[in-house]
Protein backbone atom coordinates (compact mmCIF):
# COMPACT_ATOMS: atom_id res chain seq x y z
CA UNK A 1 0.00 0.00 0.00
CA UNK A 2 2.90 2.05 0.02
CA UNK A 3 2.16 3.80 -3.77
CA UNK A 4 -1.12 4.55 -2.49
CA UNK A 5 0.54 6.05 0.88
CA UNK A 6 2.24 8.34 -1.39
CA UNK A 7 -0.35 9.00 -4.22
CA UNK A 8 -2.48 10.06 -0.79
CA UNK A 9 0.32 12.55 0.44
CA UNK A 10 0.53 14.05 -3.02
CA UNK A 11 -2.99 15.51 -3.03
CA UNK A 12 -3.09 16.50 0.42
CA UNK A 13 -1.34 18.90 1.97
CA UNK A 14 -0.26 18.24 5.95
CA UNK A 15 -1.29 21.98 6.89
CA UNK A 16 -4.63 21.44 5.43
CA UNK A 17 -5.35 18.10 7.06
CA UNK A 18 -4.10 19.28 10.43
CA UNK A 19 -5.91 22.52 9.89
CA UNK A 20 -9.06 20.60 10.03
CA UNK A 21 -8.50 20.18 13.93
CA UNK A 22 -5.45 22.35 14.90
CA UNK A 23 -5.97 26.67 14.26
CA UNK A 24 -2.39 27.23 13.31
CA UNK A 25 -0.49 30.13 12.55
CA UNK A 26 3.02 30.98 10.75
CA UNK A 27 6.34 30.66 12.76
CA UNK A 28 9.16 31.12 9.97
CA UNK A 29 9.02 28.15 7.63
CA UNK A 30 6.53 25.99 10.01
CA UNK A 31 3.46 26.07 11.63
CA UNK A 32 2.13 26.36 14.89
CA UNK A 33 -0.79 25.90 17.13
CA UNK A 34 -2.29 24.56 20.35
CA UNK A 35 -2.51 20.69 21.02
CA UNK A 36 -5.39 18.72 20.32
CA UNK A 37 -5.11 16.94 23.30
CA UNK A 38 -5.36 19.89 25.33
CA UNK A 39 -1.97 19.67 27.21
CA UNK A 40 -0.11 22.33 26.62
CA UNK A 41 -0.75 26.71 27.75
CA UNK A 42 1.43 27.57 24.87
CA UNK A 43 1.71 26.47 21.56
CA UNK A 44 3.73 23.63 21.41
CA UNK A 45 2.50 21.40 18.27
CA UNK A 46 4.39 22.12 15.08
CA UNK A 47 3.68 21.35 11.38
CA UNK A 48 6.42 21.32 9.02
CA UNK A 49 4.62 21.69 5.47
CA UNK A 50 7.96 21.57 3.37
CA UNK A 51 8.85 18.36 4.66
CA UNK A 52 5.19 16.94 5.20
CA UNK A 53 5.30 16.24 9.38
CA UNK A 54 4.34 17.38 12.81
CA UNK A 55 5.53 17.25 16.36
CA UNK A 56 3.58 17.92 19.48
CA UNK A 57 6.54 19.03 21.89
CA UNK A 58 3.96 18.67 24.85
CA UNK A 59 2.19 15.27 23.67
CA UNK A 60 5.68 13.84 22.68
CA UNK A 61 4.28 12.58 18.94
CA UNK A 62 4.87 13.21 15.69
CA UNK A 63 4.89 12.03 12.15
CA UNK A 64 2.20 12.27 8.74
CA UNK A 65 -0.66 13.14 7.83
CA UNK A 66 -1.35 9.12 8.50
CA UNK A 67 -0.43 9.17 11.73
CA UNK A 68 -2.05 12.32 12.66
CA UNK A 69 -5.73 11.17 12.26
CA UNK A 70 -4.61 7.73 13.88
CA UNK A 71 -3.66 9.96 17.17
CA UNK A 72 -6.42 12.41 16.54
CA UNK A 73 -9.19 10.20 15.70
CA UNK A 74 -8.11 6.93 17.78
CA UNK A 75 -8.84 5.08 14.81
CA UNK A 76 -6.23 2.39 13.11
CA UNK A 77 -4.12 2.89 10.01
CA UNK A 78 -6.23 1.15 7.90
CA UNK A 79 -9.16 3.26 8.94
CA UNK A 80 -6.99 6.57 8.42
CA UNK A 81 -5.80 5.74 5.11
CA UNK A 82 -9.61 4.83 4.01
CA UNK A 83 -10.44 8.31 5.45
CA UNK A 84 -7.76 10.32 3.83
CA UNK A 85 -8.33 8.31 0.52
CA UNK A 86 -11.73 10.00 0.52
CA UNK A 87 -10.65 13.25 1.21
CA UNK A 88 -8.22 12.93 -1.55
CA UNK A 89 -9.98 11.08 -3.96
CA UNK A 90 -7.50 8.40 -4.48
CA UNK A 91 -9.24 4.72 -5.05
CA UNK A 92 -7.54 2.29 -2.79
CA UNK A 93 -8.94 -0.64 -4.44
CA UNK A 94 -6.70 -0.31 -7.62
CA UNK A 95 -3.84 -0.71 -4.46
CA UNK A 96 -4.82 -3.36 -3.03
CA UNK A 97 -4.07 -6.91 -3.38
CA UNK A 98 -6.81 -8.74 -1.54
CA UNK A 99 -10.11 -10.33 -3.11
CA UNK A 100 -12.01 -7.66 -5.28
CA UNK A 101 -15.31 -9.65 -4.29
CA UNK A 102 -14.88 -8.99 -1.43
CA UNK A 103 -14.28 -5.62 -1.36
CA UNK A 104 -17.45 -5.34 -4.60
CA UNK A 105 -19.38 -6.88 -1.62
CA UNK A 106 -18.71 -4.04 0.72
CA UNK A 107 -19.03 -1.52 -1.30
CA UNK A 108 -22.47 -2.41 -2.42
CA UNK A 109 -23.51 -3.28 0.96
CA UNK A 110 -22.45 0.06 1.98
CA UNK A 111 -24.27 2.17 -0.84
CA UNK A 112 -27.56 -0.58 0.11
CA UNK A 113 -27.15 0.79 4.12
CA UNK A 114 -26.65 4.26 3.07
CA UNK A 115 -30.02 4.15 0.99
CA UNK A 116 -31.90 2.51 3.56
CA UNK A 117 -31.19 5.26 5.88
CA UNK A 118 -32.51 8.01 3.38
CA UNK A 119 -35.54 5.72 2.87
CA UNK A 120 -36.58 5.07 6.55
CA UNK A 121 -35.83 8.48 7.41
CA UNK A 122 -38.31 9.71 4.33
CA UNK A 123 -40.55 7.10 5.94
CA UNK A 124 -40.65 8.93 9.60
CA UNK A 125 -41.52 11.81 7.70
CA UNK A 126 -44.46 10.86 6.37
CA UNK A 127 -46.02 8.51 9.60
CA UNK A 128 -47.91 11.03 12.23
CA UNK A 129 -48.17 8.09 14.88
CA UNK A 130 -44.29 7.34 14.87
CA UNK A 131 -43.31 10.94 14.44
CA UNK A 132 -45.65 11.63 17.63
CA UNK A 133 -43.64 8.76 19.27
CA UNK A 134 -40.47 9.99 18.17
CA UNK A 135 -40.79 13.94 19.12
CA UNK A 136 -42.98 13.65 21.80
CA UNK A 137 -43.18 10.50 23.80
CA UNK A 138 -38.83 10.20 23.58
CA UNK A 139 -38.66 13.99 23.42
CA UNK A 140 -36.35 14.46 20.95
CA UNK A 141 -35.77 17.52 18.94
CA UNK A 142 -35.20 17.53 14.92
CA UNK A 143 -31.50 18.26 15.14
CA UNK A 144 -30.83 15.48 17.14
CA UNK A 145 -33.07 13.11 14.68
CA UNK A 146 -31.07 14.89 12.08
CA UNK A 147 -27.50 14.14 13.52
CA UNK A 148 -28.58 10.74 14.35
CA UNK A 149 -30.40 10.12 11.60
CA UNK A 150 -33.32 8.40 12.57
CA UNK A 151 -35.57 6.87 10.66
CA UNK A 152 -38.85 4.71 10.55
CA UNK A 153 -39.03 1.20 9.32
CA UNK A 154 -42.40 0.24 7.68
CA UNK A 155 -44.51 -2.41 9.03
CA UNK A 156 -44.56 -4.05 5.45
CA UNK A 157 -42.60 -7.41 5.41
CA UNK A 158 -40.77 -5.99 2.04
CA UNK A 159 -41.43 -2.54 1.89
CA UNK A 160 -37.33 -1.46 1.98
CA UNK A 161 -36.46 -4.70 -0.38
CA UNK A 162 -38.96 -3.36 -2.96
CA UNK A 163 -37.43 0.00 -3.17
CA UNK A 164 -33.65 -1.31 -3.18
CA UNK A 165 -34.39 -4.01 -5.51
CA UNK A 166 -35.63 -1.46 -8.03
CA UNK A 167 -32.14 0.69 -7.19
CA UNK A 168 -30.77 -2.21 -8.88
CA UNK A 169 -29.57 -4.03 -5.67
CA UNK A 170 -30.04 -8.35 -5.77
CA UNK A 171 -31.69 -10.35 -2.70
CA UNK A 172 -27.50 -11.64 -2.13
CA UNK A 173 -26.05 -8.17 -1.75
CA UNK A 174 -29.26 -7.27 0.72
CA UNK A 175 -28.59 -10.17 2.70
CA UNK A 176 -24.84 -9.23 2.71
CA UNK A 177 -25.29 -5.68 3.89
CA UNK A 178 -27.87 -7.56 6.93
CA UNK A 179 -30.89 -5.73 5.96
CA UNK A 180 -32.98 -9.01 5.25
CA UNK A 181 -34.00 -11.52 7.48
CA UNK A 182 -33.59 -15.74 7.22
CA UNK A 183 -36.80 -15.41 4.98
CA UNK A 184 -35.17 -12.95 2.36
CA UNK A 185 -37.56 -10.37 3.25
CA UNK A 186 -36.96 -6.88 5.52
CA UNK A 187 -35.48 -7.83 8.91
CA UNK A 188 -36.61 -4.29 10.46
CA UNK A 189 -40.30 -3.68 10.27
CA UNK A 190 -42.68 -1.12 12.38
CA UNK A 191 -39.44 0.10 14.26
CA UNK A 192 -37.98 3.22 14.87
CA UNK A 193 -34.30 2.72 13.29
CA UNK A 194 -31.02 4.53 14.07
CA UNK A 195 -28.20 3.20 11.76
CA UNK A 196 -24.88 2.50 13.26
CA UNK A 197 -22.49 4.90 12.02
CA UNK A 198 -18.47 4.44 11.57
CA UNK A 199 -15.56 6.28 12.36
CA UNK A 200 -15.42 7.43 8.45
CA UNK A 201 -19.15 8.39 8.60
CA UNK A 202 -20.43 5.00 6.69
CA UNK A 203 -23.72 3.57 8.29
CA UNK A 204 -22.67 -0.14 8.28
CA UNK A 205 -25.92 -1.13 10.17
CA UNK A 206 -29.28 -0.05 12.50
CA UNK A 207 -30.77 -1.13 15.97
CA UNK A 208 -34.05 -0.84 15.69
CA UNK A 209 -36.97 -0.52 18.57
CA UNK A 210 -40.34 -0.98 18.44
CA UNK A 211 -42.67 1.69 19.17
CA UNK A 212 -45.64 0.20 21.31
CA UNK A 213 -45.33 -2.92 22.94
CA UNK A 214 -44.30 -5.80 21.36
CA UNK A 215 -40.91 -7.70 22.01
CA UNK A 216 -37.86 -7.92 21.33
CA UNK A 217 -37.41 -3.98 22.30
CA UNK A 218 -34.36 -3.48 20.50
CA UNK A 219 -33.62 -5.32 17.01
CA UNK A 220 -30.03 -5.21 15.87
CA UNK A 221 -27.92 -5.68 12.21
CA UNK A 222 -26.41 -9.21 12.69
CA UNK A 223 -22.74 -9.63 12.40
CA UNK A 224 -21.77 -8.67 8.51
CA UNK A 225 -18.67 -8.07 6.67
CA UNK A 226 -19.10 -4.22 7.50
CA UNK A 227 -20.63 -4.87 11.08
CA UNK A 228 -18.49 -5.93 13.97
CA UNK A 229 -20.23 -6.09 17.66
CA UNK A 230 -17.13 -6.58 19.33
CA UNK A 231 -15.58 -3.55 17.84
CA UNK A 232 -17.79 -1.24 16.95
CA UNK A 233 -18.43 1.54 19.37
CA UNK A 234 -22.10 3.50 19.42
CA UNK A 235 -21.84 7.51 18.97
CA UNK A 236 -18.39 7.57 18.40
CA UNK A 237 -18.40 9.55 14.92
CA UNK A 238 -20.45 12.34 16.86
CA UNK A 239 -18.88 12.24 19.67
CA UNK A 240 -15.05 12.09 19.03
CA UNK A 241 -14.72 15.48 18.53
CA UNK A 242 -16.20 16.51 21.85
CA UNK A 243 -14.50 13.91 23.21
CA UNK A 244 -10.90 15.10 21.91
CA UNK A 245 -11.59 18.59 23.42
CA UNK A 246 -13.05 17.76 26.56
CA UNK A 247 -10.56 15.17 27.33
CA UNK A 248 -12.87 12.66 28.55
CA UNK A 249 -15.13 9.78 27.59
CA UNK A 250 -18.50 8.65 29.04
CA UNK A 251 -19.75 5.28 28.74
CA UNK A 252 -23.40 4.48 28.77
CA UNK A 253 -25.31 1.60 28.58
CA UNK A 254 -27.85 2.38 25.88
CA UNK A 255 -27.87 3.83 22.11
CA UNK A 256 -31.19 5.91 23.30
CA UNK A 257 -28.81 7.27 26.65
CA UNK A 258 -26.24 8.24 24.22
CA UNK A 259 -28.99 9.97 22.29
CA UNK A 260 -30.19 11.70 25.04
CA UNK A 261 -27.27 12.66 26.85
CA UNK A 262 -26.22 14.39 23.12
CA UNK A 263 -29.28 15.97 23.46
CA UNK A 264 -29.09 17.38 26.73
CA UNK A 265 -25.57 18.81 25.87
CA UNK A 266 -22.93 16.21 27.26
CA UNK A 267 -21.78 15.29 23.89
CA UNK A 268 -18.75 12.69 25.26
CA UNK A 269 -21.38 9.73 25.32
CA UNK A 270 -20.93 6.17 23.59
CA UNK A 271 -21.83 3.33 24.11
CA UNK A 272 -21.74 -0.67 23.12
CA UNK A 273 -24.06 -2.10 20.95
CA UNK A 274 -25.87 -5.13 21.67
CA UNK A 275 -23.02 -6.55 23.56
CA UNK A 276 -21.03 -5.92 26.92
CA UNK A 277 -17.95 -4.01 26.48
CA UNK A 278 -14.91 -5.58 24.97
CA UNK A 279 -10.91 -5.00 25.66
CA UNK A 280 -11.20 -3.39 21.60
CA UNK A 281 -13.80 -1.01 23.01
CA UNK A 282 -11.65 0.03 25.75
CA UNK A 283 -8.64 0.34 23.77
CA UNK A 284 -10.23 2.30 21.18
CA UNK A 285 -11.65 5.02 23.88
CA UNK A 286 -8.05 4.77 25.45
CA UNK A 287 -6.15 6.02 22.58
CA UNK A 288 -9.02 9.11 22.46
CA UNK A 289 -8.22 9.88 26.20
CA UNK A 290 -7.28 8.13 29.84
CA UNK A 291 -10.80 9.86 31.16
CA UNK A 292 -12.62 7.21 31.03
CA UNK A 293 -16.35 7.69 32.88
CA UNK A 294 -18.96 4.88 33.28
CA UNK A 295 -22.69 5.91 33.53
CA UNK A 296 -24.26 1.98 33.51
CA UNK A 297 -27.93 1.31 34.82
CA UNK A 298 -28.16 0.94 38.61
CA UNK A 299 -29.32 -2.63 38.40
CA UNK A 300 -27.52 -5.82 38.91
CA UNK A 301 -26.70 -5.93 35.19
CA UNK A 302 -24.93 -2.72 35.46
CA UNK A 303 -23.12 -3.94 38.89
CA UNK A 304 -21.74 -6.98 36.79
CA UNK A 305 -20.66 -4.67 33.49
CA UNK A 306 -18.91 -2.11 35.67
CA UNK A 307 -17.03 -5.23 37.58
CA UNK A 308 -16.03 -6.17 34.24
CA UNK A 309 -14.57 -3.10 33.01
CA UNK A 310 -12.57 -3.09 35.96
CA UNK A 311 -10.87 -6.38 35.44
CA UNK A 312 -10.30 -5.28 31.28
CA UNK A 313 -9.16 -1.85 32.59
CA UNK A 314 -6.30 -2.92 34.93
CA UNK A 315 -4.56 -5.34 32.47
CA UNK A 316 -4.66 -2.10 30.11
CA UNK A 317 -3.37 -0.05 32.72
CA UNK A 318 -6.44 2.05 32.12
CA UNK A 319 -8.13 4.50 35.19
CA UNK A 320 -11.70 4.00 35.34
CA UNK A 321 -14.17 6.35 37.36
CA UNK A 322 -18.10 5.82 37.49
CA UNK A 323 -20.40 8.39 37.22
CA UNK A 324 -22.27 8.57 40.94
CA UNK A 325 -25.33 10.11 41.75
CA UNK A 326 -28.52 10.08 39.30
CA UNK A 327 -30.61 11.75 41.75
CA UNK A 328 -32.91 9.07 42.03
CA UNK A 329 -33.25 7.75 38.13
CA UNK A 330 -32.41 3.91 36.98
CA UNK A 331 -30.38 5.48 33.92
CA UNK A 332 -29.20 8.27 32.44
CA UNK A 333 -31.99 8.63 29.79
CA UNK A 334 -34.42 8.57 32.64
CA UNK A 335 -32.31 11.43 34.42
CA UNK A 336 -32.23 13.50 31.54
CA UNK A 337 -36.18 13.42 30.91
CA UNK A 338 -36.04 14.41 34.13
CA UNK A 339 -33.54 17.72 34.08
CA UNK A 340 -30.65 18.25 31.41
CA UNK A 341 -29.05 20.29 34.26
CA UNK A 342 -28.86 17.30 36.71
CA UNK A 343 -27.35 14.81 33.92
CA UNK A 344 -24.33 17.50 33.03
CA UNK A 345 -24.09 18.23 36.98
CA UNK A 346 -23.76 14.28 37.66
CA UNK A 347 -20.89 14.06 34.53
CA UNK A 348 -18.58 15.75 36.55
CA UNK A 349 -19.32 14.17 40.03
CA UNK A 350 -17.64 10.56 39.85
CA UNK A 351 -15.41 8.31 41.64
CA UNK A 352 -12.99 5.59 41.05
CA UNK A 353 -14.69 2.49 39.78
CA UNK A 354 -13.07 0.48 42.48
CA UNK A 355 -14.73 3.07 45.16
CA UNK A 356 -17.97 2.41 43.62
CA UNK A 357 -18.39 -1.36 43.53
CA UNK A 358 -17.12 -1.82 46.87
CA UNK A 359 -19.87 0.61 48.21
CA UNK A 360 -22.36 -1.40 46.10
CA UNK A 361 -21.36 -4.87 47.49
CA UNK A 362 -21.26 -2.83 51.28
CA UNK A 363 -25.07 -2.43 50.24
CA UNK A 364 -26.30 -5.42 49.12
CA UNK A 365 -24.23 -7.37 52.24
CA UNK A 366 -24.23 -7.76 55.92
CA UNK A 367 -21.14 -6.74 57.37
CA UNK A 368 -22.30 -7.35 60.84
CA UNK A 369 -22.50 -11.20 59.88
CA UNK A 370 -19.34 -13.61 59.38
CA UNK A 371 -21.35 -15.05 55.85
CA UNK A 372 -21.54 -11.11 55.10
CA UNK A 373 -17.78 -10.53 55.78
CA UNK A 374 -16.55 -13.69 53.87
CA UNK A 375 -18.21 -12.32 50.65
CA UNK A 376 -17.32 -8.90 50.93
CA UNK A 377 -13.75 -9.76 51.47
CA UNK A 378 -13.92 -12.13 48.53
CA UNK A 379 -14.92 -9.92 45.90
CA UNK A 380 -13.03 -7.17 47.20
CA UNK A 381 -9.62 -9.30 47.45
CA UNK A 382 -10.95 -10.57 43.59
CA UNK A 383 -10.98 -6.68 42.58
CA UNK A 384 -7.66 -5.90 44.08
CA UNK A 385 -6.49 -8.34 42.01
CA UNK A 386 -6.55 -6.15 39.13
CA UNK A 387 -5.08 -2.94 40.49
CA UNK A 388 -1.45 -2.92 39.54
CA UNK A 389 0.06 0.23 41.73
CA UNK A 390 1.33 -1.19 44.87
CA UNK A 391 0.65 1.99 46.91
CA UNK A 392 -3.04 2.00 45.70
CA UNK A 393 -3.44 -1.35 46.61
CA UNK A 394 -1.78 -1.32 49.77
CA UNK A 395 -4.40 1.76 50.52
CA UNK A 396 -7.69 -0.10 49.40
CA UNK A 397 -6.37 -3.05 51.56
CA UNK A 398 -5.91 -0.90 54.73
CA UNK A 399 -9.88 0.42 54.36
CA UNK A 400 -11.13 -3.11 53.84
CA UNK A 401 -9.88 -4.28 57.02
CA UNK A 402 -10.94 -1.28 58.71
CA UNK A 403 -14.56 -2.17 57.03
CA UNK A 404 -14.00 -5.90 58.15
CA UNK A 405 -12.85 -5.22 61.56
CA UNK A 406 -9.81 -7.20 60.92
CA UNK A 407 -6.09 -7.27 60.74
CA UNK A 408 -4.18 -6.21 57.59
CA UNK A 409 -2.09 -9.76 57.57
CA UNK A 410 -4.51 -11.46 57.91
CA UNK A 411 -6.68 -10.04 54.94
CA UNK A 412 -3.61 -10.34 52.34
CA UNK A 413 -2.98 -14.22 53.70
CA UNK A 414 -6.96 -14.72 52.39
CA UNK A 415 -5.87 -12.59 49.19
CA UNK A 416 -2.80 -15.20 48.29
CA UNK A 417 -4.52 -18.08 49.36
CA UNK A 418 -7.25 -17.09 47.11
CA UNK A 419 -4.64 -16.27 44.69
CA UNK A 420 -3.24 -19.89 44.88
CA UNK A 421 -6.40 -21.39 44.41
CA UNK A 422 -7.19 -19.58 40.70
CA UNK A 423 -10.69 -19.34 41.85
CA UNK A 424 -10.65 -16.38 39.95
CA UNK A 425 -9.02 -15.62 36.41
CA UNK A 426 -6.52 -13.30 37.49
CA UNK A 427 -3.19 -14.60 36.34
CA UNK A 428 -3.44 -14.06 32.98
CA UNK A 429 -3.86 -10.24 33.76
CA UNK A 430 -0.30 -10.67 35.71
CA UNK A 431 1.95 -11.93 33.05
CA UNK A 432 4.91 -10.18 32.47
CA UNK A 433 4.29 -8.27 29.46
CA UNK A 434 6.69 -9.44 26.33
CA UNK A 435 7.44 -6.45 25.27
CA UNK A 436 7.26 -3.20 27.55
CA UNK A 437 5.64 -0.09 26.10
CA UNK A 438 8.44 2.98 26.42
CA UNK A 439 7.40 5.50 28.70
CA UNK A 440 6.51 8.99 27.37
CA UNK A 441 9.84 10.66 28.69
CA UNK A 442 12.11 7.46 27.55
CA UNK A 443 10.22 8.23 24.01
CA UNK A 444 10.74 12.20 24.61
CA UNK A 445 14.68 11.36 25.69
CA UNK A 446 15.37 8.86 22.75
CA UNK A 447 13.66 11.34 20.54
CA UNK A 448 15.99 14.71 21.40
CA UNK A 449 19.21 12.05 21.58
CA UNK A 450 18.59 11.04 17.90
CA UNK A 451 17.91 14.63 17.02
CA UNK A 452 21.18 15.54 18.62
CA UNK A 453 22.98 12.39 17.09
CA UNK A 454 22.15 13.38 13.44
CA UNK A 455 21.24 16.90 13.37
CA UNK A 456 23.76 18.54 16.02
CA UNK A 457 27.36 17.29 15.11
CA UNK A 458 27.75 14.76 17.63
CA UNK A 459 31.11 12.83 17.61
CA UNK A 460 32.64 12.26 20.84
CA UNK A 461 29.66 11.25 23.07
CA UNK A 462 28.71 7.50 22.01
CA UNK A 463 25.08 7.55 21.79
CA UNK A 464 23.25 3.94 21.43
CA UNK A 465 20.62 4.29 19.20
CA UNK A 466 20.52 3.46 15.97
CA UNK A 467 19.78 5.96 13.03
CA UNK A 468 15.86 5.28 11.73
CA UNK A 469 15.59 4.97 8.11
CA UNK A 470 12.16 5.73 7.87
CA UNK A 471 11.92 9.63 5.71
CA UNK A 472 9.02 10.59 7.88
CA UNK A 473 11.42 9.70 11.46
CA UNK A 474 14.27 11.68 10.38
CA UNK A 475 12.25 14.94 8.69
CA UNK A 476 10.39 14.46 12.27
CA UNK A 477 13.63 14.26 14.32
CA UNK A 478 14.70 17.56 12.13
CA UNK A 479 12.24 19.17 13.33
CA UNK A 480 12.74 18.47 16.93
CA UNK A 481 16.08 19.77 16.41
CA UNK A 482 15.21 23.01 15.11
CA UNK A 483 12.93 23.71 17.83
CA UNK A 484 14.89 22.41 20.53
CA UNK A 485 18.32 22.32 20.28
CA UNK A 486 19.39 24.57 17.75
CA UNK A 487 21.16 26.62 19.02
CA UNK A 488 23.79 24.44 20.21
CA UNK A 489 27.43 25.03 18.80
CA UNK A 490 30.49 22.75 19.17
CA UNK A 491 31.16 21.60 23.44
CA UNK A 492 27.71 22.77 24.16
CA UNK A 493 26.43 20.07 21.63
CA UNK A 494 28.48 17.36 23.09
CA UNK A 495 27.38 18.28 26.77
CA UNK A 496 23.21 18.31 25.87
CA UNK A 497 24.36 14.79 24.78
CA UNK A 498 26.06 13.16 27.46
CA UNK A 499 23.16 15.03 30.01
CA UNK A 500 20.73 13.41 27.84
CA UNK A 501 22.41 10.33 27.40
CA UNK A 502 22.59 9.90 30.97
CA UNK A 503 18.83 11.04 31.51
CA UNK A 504 17.74 8.29 29.54
CA UNK A 505 20.00 5.74 30.79
CA UNK A 506 18.59 6.70 34.48
CA UNK A 507 15.19 6.30 32.92
CA UNK A 508 15.82 2.90 30.93
CA UNK A 509 16.60 1.47 34.67
CA UNK A 510 13.33 2.76 35.97
CA UNK A 511 11.24 0.75 33.06
CA UNK A 512 13.41 -2.25 33.73
CA UNK A 513 12.50 -1.84 37.41
CA UNK A 514 8.47 -1.13 36.58
CA UNK A 515 8.80 -4.41 34.68
CA UNK A 516 10.36 -6.51 37.10
CA UNK A 517 7.73 -5.49 39.87
CA UNK A 518 5.13 -6.47 36.87
CA UNK A 519 6.62 -9.75 37.02
CA UNK A 520 6.87 -9.83 40.39
CA UNK A 521 3.55 -9.52 41.12
CA UNK A 522 2.33 -12.61 39.38
CA UNK A 523 5.18 -15.07 41.39
CA UNK A 524 4.76 -16.76 44.63
CA UNK A 525 7.39 -16.34 47.10
CA UNK A 526 8.22 -19.93 47.30
CA UNK A 527 8.77 -19.32 43.41
CA UNK A 528 12.75 -20.41 42.57
CA UNK A 529 13.24 -16.92 40.80
CA UNK A 530 11.59 -14.39 43.03
CA UNK A 531 14.19 -13.44 45.21
CA UNK A 532 16.68 -13.19 42.05
CA UNK A 533 14.00 -10.46 40.35
CA UNK A 534 14.05 -9.22 43.80
CA UNK A 535 17.46 -8.58 43.85
CA UNK A 536 17.81 -7.27 40.47
CA UNK A 537 15.16 -4.58 41.10
CA UNK A 538 17.05 -3.70 44.65
CA UNK A 539 20.27 -3.41 42.81
CA UNK A 540 18.31 -0.99 39.97
CA UNK A 541 16.80 1.24 42.68
CA UNK A 542 20.46 1.83 44.16
CA UNK A 543 21.51 3.01 41.16
CA UNK A 544 18.96 5.21 40.11
CA UNK A 545 16.82 7.84 41.81
CA UNK A 546 13.90 6.36 42.74
Known sequence: MNDAKEEIKSRLAIEDVVGQYVELKR?????????????????????????????????????????????????????????????????????????PAVTRKKNRAREALALATKYYQACLVKNKAVGEYV??????????????????????????????????????????????????????????????????????????RVTGKSEPKYLNTPETLLFNKSKFIFGLYQAKEFIRRSGYVVIVEGNMDVISSHQAGVKEAVAT???????????????LTSDIRLAYDRDAAGVKATERAIMMAGDLGIDLTVISDYHGAKDPDELIQKDPKLWQEAVNHRIPAVDWLLSKYEEDLD???????????????????????????ASYEKKIAEKLGVELEILREKGKRLDEKLSFPTKKFLKKPQTEAKSDELKKLENSLLAVKIYGGVSKTQIPLEIPDDEVKLSELELIFNQEHEDLKGYDSEQEAGELLARYQEELKKQEIRALKQQLEGMPEDDPDYLSVLEKITNLQRQTSL
Open 27 to 99: AGRNLKGHSPWGVDKTPSFMVSPEKGIWHDFSANKGGDIFSFVMEVEGISFKEAMEKLAAQAGVDLTKYRGGD
Open 367 to 393: LATAPGKRKYSDVALKLLSYIKDEIER
Open 135 to 208: FYKRNLHRATVQEFKIGYAPSSGKALLNVLVRRGFTIDELDTAGLLNRFKTDLFRDRMTVPFIDTTGSVIGFTA
Open 273 to 287: SGTAMTEQHLKALSR
